[in-house]
């Protein structure tokens, strides 16, 4: 039988159990099928069937039944199924097996085992038409009765070959797992996959306790063994109990009845096997109990423990956890201390002993730990560095000297984490005026930066307010403040930038490097907004403050600036070189926020390139790090839209201009939603909607002092040609002489190549064709120098627009011929069929140059349908003159009929009309 499939159904599984659902499926559909599904308790055994079900049912009569565990009476679940049976079956039975089957759903335990059998036989045995189909879910408490009437029928000739069976039963580790027979093989077993990351969160995320960070999210996937029950259980407890369980009650009770039927030397084994995180080496096993090796044996053999690498894991981290927390605290503590023992990595041990130490302050203890994380931070590991400093506040006395330093370290470390809600948490603990100015300047900045991420610049603004209403006089910590109001206000970009650049004078810079660093960042930005360029004087600046700086995020660095500004500023080889060293540096940092970052931006400087192969995998690396950092950056939002415009992915640009924008994207959400609409409308050539959404976003950005073109999408061109074709020559030109000047003023051959593009087609619109078309070769060199490719293709297409006579014809035909790879490498849909059109019309302006203008006109009426006499009426002439002249147009053109003449003119070449 062909195997039916729901769409809807199959959307429903995720993308990790499909294949196995393809095989309930075939099981399901197929006469005879047999499938034992098999998972631990919560995995989605049910679901599976329920989506087997929805599909079988439409092809085949399916019986569905659920074995109570509480319900031990004979015969419930044959009685369950009988139930599910449909009315019309029942009138064809013989009237002992209809009574039977009535006496079994009325009193299951009344019925008569051996009368089961034959009724039951003869009930499938008429539905074997249609095809019957038996699903049985929690199998494992099928009652004995049942199973066994089940395998008689099932066994009989008349039922084993159109009869499907389908049960569920749930994995406890016993021989029961693998009890099949008879009524199935060992290849009917079918295993239920844990679901990955991704999949989880989006159940955790469907059930309302998905607002964990990124990295909570992952650690419970994995600490899940990929189980939805689970994941649901164990970010319930992190979100409202005590963050650090292992495991919450619900989950460790199941894992205790399974550790319950362990041997003591196994469950021992599981237990080291997870104290020791990364594995227990395996000749290591013996320090902890007589027969090491043994133990472990017997754990891989039972299928709690597996061996990889000569090291011993637990085979579910749940598991694992549920070993050590049935462990007392004493115990629990010696796996530890005797773990700190063994010849493991320092870090391994320095944590293992600070497991093994009892609750409480230890300064020795934290002085270790608080040293291990800076050098973890050094070599790159964000992560580690994190887990260590909070050990080390957790060793540190309420009253101890280093405390809130300790504490504004670890709140860096978990924003370069990219775990917003543990640096807020962290820095709630005490209250950050009363810090000295050095860690009030460091406290403040990652605050700042965390509210930012969190909710934007309302936030920031409201507690940036308040805290300077309690710092009451102007002073040291209130410029502080200020400085991180300012760079997020809405006011005008000039005077904000003075402000700051007042306030950078009067900080210091041994005591508040981290704002005064902040200050110079911010005025480099508002510099690059105003069309200034990059401060190489400020950046100098900036760098020699970064050596005060211990935990700077990496996105607030002078190389980020390296990375990020350049393509803006028309530079993409800067830019891509910047970029490579970045995001490689924020890889090895773990700093998914800044990895998200840097790949959003260098998949911009590709679509910009037109190289648009390497601009997808960017993109698609980057939104595989969104998934995994706190926020989503600005730059991510940009960098779609860009490309949904060239794809013109209408779905995709919908999201940008009417979805949801991070906190931090919405900053300027109405520059980037106004620029996307009005440039999604320039590229369709619907100049009148271009027109109002640029010139909206163009006054969006002038509202701000934003000047600089590559800071708001280059709309400015595209508007500037919009305002051409519908006549509006003064304010086109007005744009073309405001980039024409910066690109004079920076010396950037695209900003000037683009304003003289601009000039081309002002010269052209005003009559003087002679000097467009020079203005517009001249454009050409600049734009081949600044490197955009899809610019180019764009020009070229204007130039041949602009073609002259024949040979000026000829030379465009060439040249756009001749950009036909660079616009197939671009792959943009909408700029193709320009260039297309630009060809044909080309082409056809070089037919009709060879007809009399007789000819042309009437070539021109006979190519859209006109009759013969009706060209003759319309230009007053006889129908053999008419017929003469369509005779010399298929002479000079090679052409034998009208369908031929209408093809040549199917550009919309014939001028004139009915």
């Not at 927390?325 to 293992?352: F, G, N, Q, Y």
């Not at 936030?459 to 997020?488: D, F, I, K, N």
């Not at 009426?873 to 003159?881: G, P």
Request: charged content about 25%; some cysteine.
């Amino acid at each position: 039988m062909t195997e039916q499939r729901n769409p809807d159904t199959r959307a429903q599984v995720p993308i990790e159990r499909q294949a196995v659902l393809g095989r309930l499926v075939r099981a399901a559909t197929a006469g005879g099928g047999r499938a034992m599904l098999v998972g631990d308790p919560g995995i989605g055994k049910t679901h599976l069937l329920r989506a087997v079900v929805r599909t079988a049912t439409a092809v085949r009569v399916v019986l569905t039944a659920r074995a109570d565990q509480h319900d031990d009476r004979r015969c419930a679940v044959l009685a369950d199924l009988v139930s599910k049976t449909p009315e019309e079956a029942f009138p064809a039975l013989a009237p002992v097996h209809r009574e039977t089957l009535e006496t079994l759903v009325a009193d299951p335990a009344a019925a008569e085992p051996t009368a089961v059998v034959s009724a039951l036989t003869q009930l499938l045995a008429h539905l074997a038409k249609p095809g019957t189909t038996i699903v049985i879910d929690d199998w494992q408490w099928a009652d004995v009765v049942s199973r066994r009437v089940l395998e008689r029928v099932m066994s009989r000739s008349s039922t084993v070959a159109v009869t499907a069976l389908l049960v569920a039963r749930r994995s406890d580790g016993s021989g029961d797992d693998f009890a099949v027979k008879p009524l199935f093989t060992a290849a009917d077993v079918v295993p239920v996959p844990p679901l990955s990351r991704t999949s989880v969160r989006c159940v955790l995320e469907s059930v309302s306790v998905g607002h964990l960070t990124p990295s909570a999210m992952d650690d419970v996937a994995d600490a899940s063994a990929g189980n939805p029950l689970w994941a649901i259980e164990l970010a319930t407890a992190r979100t409202e109990g005590d963050p650090r369980a292992l495991a919450p009650r619900t989950v460790t009770e199941v894992m205790r009845q399974r550790l319950g039927s362990l041997p003591e030397q196994v469950r021992t084994a599981v237990a080291v096997a997870s104290a020791a995180r990364g594995g227990l080496r395996s000749g290591d096993a013996s320090a902890f109990c007589d027969d090491g090796d043994a133990a472990v044996h017997e754990g891989v053999r039972r299928g709690v423990l597996r061996v990889t690498d000569d090291h011993v894991h637990v085979a579910s981290p749940l598991l694992g956890a549920a070993a050590l927390e049935l462990l007392p605290p004493a115990a629990r503590r010696a796996v530890h201390a005797t773990l700190a023992d063994l010849p493991l990595p320092p870090t391994a041990r320095l944590l293992h002993r600070d497991d093994a130490a009892p609750v409480g302050a230890d300064e020795g203890l934290a002085v270790q730990l608080i040293e291990a994380a800076r050098a973890a931070r050094r070599s790159g590991d964000t992560a580690g560095a994190l887990l260590l400093a909070r050990r080390a506040v957790a060793r540190t006395a309420e009253e101890h000297g280093d405390r809130h330093e300790r504490v504004v370290e670890t709140a860096e470390l978990a924003f370069a984490a990219g775990d917003m809600t543990l640096t807020l948490e962290v820095l709630d603990r005490f209250d950050v005026e009363r810090l000295s100015l050095p860690l009030f300047d460091r406290a403040v900045a990652v605050l700042a930066d965390s509210l930012d991420r969190v909710g934007g610049q309302p936030l920031v603004t409201r507690r940036m307010e308040a805290l300077q209403q309690v710092l009451g006089a102007r002073g040291a910590r209130w410029m502080v403040a200020e400085v991180h109001l300012l760079s997020l206000s809405r006011a005008r970009l000039a005077s904000v930038r003075d402000e700051l650049a007042s306030l950078a004078q009067q900080l210091s810079p041994t005591e508040t490097p981290r704002t005064l660093g902040k200050a110079l960042g911010w005025i480099s930005y508002f510099d690059l907004d105003a069309g200034q360029g990059i401060d190489d004087d400020l950046l100098g600046r900036l760098r020699g403050l970064e050596h005060r700086l211990t935990s700077l995020p990496l996105e607030e660095t002078t190389d980020a600036i390296e990375a990020l500004w350049p393509y803006q500023t028309d530079d993409l080889s800067r830019s891509r070189a910047g970029l490579t060293a970045y995001i490689r540096s924020a890889k090895v940092a773990g700093e998914h926020y800044a990895v998200a970052q840097g790949l959003a931006h260098a998949s911009v400087v590709e679509v910009l390139a037109g190289r648009t192969d390497i601009a997808d995998r960017f993109l698609i690396d980057c939104e595989a790090q969104v998934g995994r950092a706190s926020s989503v950056p600005p730059s991510v939002f940009r960098a779609r839209a860009l490309r949904a415009l060239v794809a013109d992915d209408r779905e995709a640009i919908a999201a940008v201009t009417g979805g949801w924008l991070s906190p931090a994207a919405e900053y300027r959400g109405g520059l980037l939603r106004a620029a996307v609409a009005g440039l999604d409308a320039a590229a369709s050539e619907r100049w009148e909607d271009a027109i109002v959404e640029l010139g909206r976003a163009r006054s969006l950005a002038e509202a701000r002092g934003i000047v600089e073109p590559g800071r708001r999408m280059w709309l400015d061109v595209e508007l500037g040609r919009a305002l051409v074709h519908t006549g509006d020559l003064l304010r086109a030109s007005s744009i073309a002489s405001a980039l024409t000047a910066i690109g004079l003023r920076s010396r950037r051959a695209h900003v000037q190549g683009q304003g003289t593009r601009l000039r081309a087609l002002l010269a052209w619109s005003n009559g003087d064709h002679a000097h467009a078309r020079a203005l517009s070769d001249q454009a050409l060199v600049d734009l081949e120098r600044g490197g955009f490719l899809p610019e180019v293709v764009r020009a070229r297409i204007e130039r041949a627009a602009m073609a002259g006579d024949a040979d000026d014809r000829a030379a465009a035909l060439l040249a756009l011929e001749r950009v036909r790879p660079a616009a197939d490498r671009v792959r943009d849909p909408r700029l193709d069929r320009r260039l297309t059109r630009a060809v044909d019309e080309l082409q056809q302006a070089d037919l009709r140059g060879v007809l009399t203008t007789s000819e042309d006109r009437v070539a021109g009426l006979a190519a859209v349908g006109w009759s013969n006499r009706e060209i003759a009426d319309e230009l007053v002439v006889s129908v053999r003159t008419v017929e003469t002249h369509l005779a010399a147009v298929y002479r000079k053109l090679g052409l034998r009929s009208r369908t031929q003449l209408a093809l040549a003119f199917r550009n919309g070449q014939a001028s004139q009309g009915r």
